[in-house]
């Protein structure tokens, strides 16, 4: 029978995980290796720094198309089998854009998501052509990759907590099939070294604003701005910044207060009245790099000095609303007589 090592413990390689169990595979045939769990905080592990929220997916490419819906209709169901409190949620998006997306993106996202309006044009902030308000899952990020690690390690799956500098180093008996999910770490594992990874540099300032419960995106030219809440917590994500290939790790002081302007200027009806953006206490600044591929996401099949390796990796900003139908299309490259 075939053995399963994924490599990587990020939202990648838990949801490749939770579809293995899904098909039934036997939890003792699978593997986690991985240098960061859920827990840590490194600049190479994107996981637990989203916001995270499922927006509208301005691409008609049909993959990611198929990656947005799978994901979409799936995550109830894991919600129901992790129990309450696990971090994914419903709530209301407030989307805007300088540019109306096409019917044709527009239909594509109505024909899954759970409720939807068009935004009338007096509330519109200045400078947007097109609002949207709708019903999606968001994310408590660090929480929901915690719970379904547990969930996944309880079911019997064994988490092997090491950096692998070689896919040499990936000891394998007989008919293992490897899951690269290493994200950012598929540009410098020997074996991989796929230099198209790159990173897309974010930084965001957390804040404690209890009072604000639903999500507010603004993507204008070349400049996203956005308020999302992380449910179950006082938290808004703020932000934002989507700089490619910038390897800074710092974060710097004039983003911050960048980031606290705009978020004021687009979406001024979140600040509670006689009170400013900054009354509400900052919790943390971050900077964190989304694992990005040059040449889009790569899932496909390889052999590497014999072995069977399935990659699955460049998420870049996209790994939580569109990493479960990723893993899908991985599984799903698996051939029918291992399984
Ligand atoms: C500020 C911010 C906001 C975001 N907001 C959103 C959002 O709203 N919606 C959304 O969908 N996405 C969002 N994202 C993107 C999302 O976080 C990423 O797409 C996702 O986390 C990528 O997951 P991953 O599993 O591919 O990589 P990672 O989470 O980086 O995990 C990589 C895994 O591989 C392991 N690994 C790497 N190299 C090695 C090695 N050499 N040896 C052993 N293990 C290794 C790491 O330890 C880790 O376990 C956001 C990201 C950021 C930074």
Redesign the pocket.
Known sequence: MTDYTI?????????TAYLLLERGIDSKKIKI?????PG?L?H????????????CVKNDDEDIQFFCKFTFENLGKIRQQLGGNCGIETIWNNEFWYKKPSEKTLKKFYSYIFEYKEIPKAQIPKGQAYGLRYKTWA?N?PLF?QRLSDYIKAKGVKVDV????DLKEVKTKGDTIIFN??????R??KGIEDLDVIP?R???VVVEAPSVVETHLSWGNNVET?A?KRPKSNEL?L??FYQHDNWNKDVLGKETQDILQRVSKEFPQIIPSGKTIYDFPIKRE?S?????RKSGVRIEKELIDGRLVIH????????????LGMAEQAVRLIPSSKL
């Open positions: 490599l990587g413990s990020g939202v990648i390689g838990l949801y290796i991985a240098k960061h769990t840590d490194s190479h592990f994107a996981s637990p720094f989203a916001g995270a929220t499922v927006p994310f990020a990759i090491r950096e692998i500098s999910c290493t994200g950012f770490g598929s410098f594992i897309i974010a930084q965001v956005y999302i994500v932000g934002g971050i964190a790099f989304r694992p990005s699955n990796y460049g998420a870049g900003g996209t790994g939580y609303a569109q990493g």
